[in-house]
Every structure is written in C-alpha cells, then in structure tokens.
C-alpha cells in the first residue's frame, strides 16, 4: 500500500506561484512514477507533471504543453516527497490537483488508469 498526503494549494492572483507538496508513505517498490493531476469542475481529470522514481527512466520529468514553462515537478528522495512548483499561474489553472503513484509506461504518463494510488487533493484557485 502507498499512503500519499498532498499540501500547499491556495488562493493567489494571476501571474502568481504555489508550491505543491506530495508526500508518500508505504512501500515504494509498488510504483515507479508519480504524477500530479488535476481536475476543474465539469471537466475531466487531465495529468499536468510526473517524474519517475525509478528504473531506467528514473528521475526523467513530463508535462502537459498546458504547463510547460511554468510548472515543475521536483522529487526528494530522502522525504519521499515530490513537488510541483507553479509558476505564471492563470484562472485555468484554477482546480483540485491530485498527486498519483503508479507504473505508467512513457507513452501513458498521464493516463490516469495507469496511477493505482490517488491522495485526497489539494485546491488551487487562481483569481484574474
């Protein structure tokens, strides 16, 4: 089992940053990547950053072309923690963002279904 716990959403302004914290908890061999989604009222949920912790791809970093540039995922080994550090923050930015646990391959970084451990999300709202 994987425990992850997710912390440092908020309100900001446009243009504004926030730093995303995930840390997990349990036993690590049971994922090789994680990866923040997030997820905005009425629509689906969308993978925005990974990284991957371990194997050949380990510590390569993803992310959607919505946040290239401006966000970045940042993993502590020694906490078991991965951050997402969000720059240039726009209202569509504005959503509940999830940090994820799985085995996703390089073509499915941001397939939900490929992420069997989910925490309770953290809001982020951008205000214009």
């Known amino acids: 089992q994987v425990q992850l716990v997710e912390s440092g959403g908020g309100s900001v302004q446009a243009g504004g940053s926030l730093r995303l914290s995930c840390a997990a908890s349990?036993?690590?061999?049971?994922?090789?990547?994680l990866g923040w989604f997030r997820q905005a009222p009425g629509k689906e949920r969308e993978g925005v950053a990974a990284?991957?912790?371990?194997?050949?791809?380990?510590?390569?970093?993803y992310y959607a072309d919505s946040v290239k540039g401006r966000f970045t995922i940042s993993r502590d080994n020694a906490k078991s923690t991965v951050y997402l550090q969000l720059n240039s923050l726009k209202p569509e930015d504005t959503a509940m963002y999830y940090c994820?646990?799985?085995?996703?391959?390089?073509?499915?970084?941001?397939?939900?279904?490929?992420?069997?451990?989910w925490g309770q999300g953290t809001q982020v709202t951008v205000s214009s």
């Open positions: 994820a646990a799985g085995y996703p391959g390089e073509m499915t970084m941001f397939a939900s279904y490929e992420y069997l451990y």
């Open positions: 349990g036993y690590s061999y049971n994922y090789n990547s």
């Open positions: 990284i991957c912790t371990s194997g050949s791809r380990g510590g390569s970093t």
